[in-house]
């Protein structure tokens, strides 16, 4: 997926999208095997059948490595969240607490 679409759409909903795609392209690669397990196959069906195995299995490779970068990514945008909510709420709280100990004078 090239950076502008990513930029459009949000992590979360990128990662579910692509497993959707992993999963239909899993069911796919079992249909294809499971008519490559059939013992009555012409040469050339079994040749075309297993390169679209083939294809489905790098599909599927590239897939998950995308995902596990695109969890990654979320990982890391999720820290920075917490990391930034804390940072405010010890500002807040030390502003807080100048504010009461100012106005107790």
């Known amino acids: 997926m090239t950076k502008k679409k990513r930029e459009?759409?949000?992590v979360a909903l990128e990662i579910d999208g692509l497993?959707?795609?992993?999963s239909q392209c899993r069911r796919d690669l079992?249909?294809?095997s499971c008519r490559l397990h059939r013992t009555e196959l012409s040469?050339?069906?079994?040749?075309?059948?297993?390169?679209?195995?083939?294809?489905?299995?790098s599909r599927a490779s590239?897939?998950?490595?995308?995902?596990?970068?695109?969890?990654?990514?979320n990982r890391k945008?999720?820290?920075?969240?917490?990391?930034?909510?804390l940072l405010l709420a010890?500002?807040?709280a030390h502003w807080t607490i100048l504010y009461?100990?100012?106005t107790l004078q």
């Open 62 to 73: 590239n897939y998950e490595q995308e995902l596990k970068m695109l969890r990654r990514e």
């Open 19 to 22: 497993e959707e795609k992993l």
């Open 100 to 102: 009461t100990s100012f």
């Open 90 to 92: 010890l500002l807040y």
């Open 77 to 85: 945008n999720m820290l920075l969240s917490v990391a930034i909510f």
């Open 43 to 57: 040469p050339e069906d079994r040749r075309s059948l297993e390169k679209e195995r083939n294809s489905l299995m």
């Open 8 to 10: 459009n759409l949000g």
């Open 30 to 32: 079992e249909a294809v």
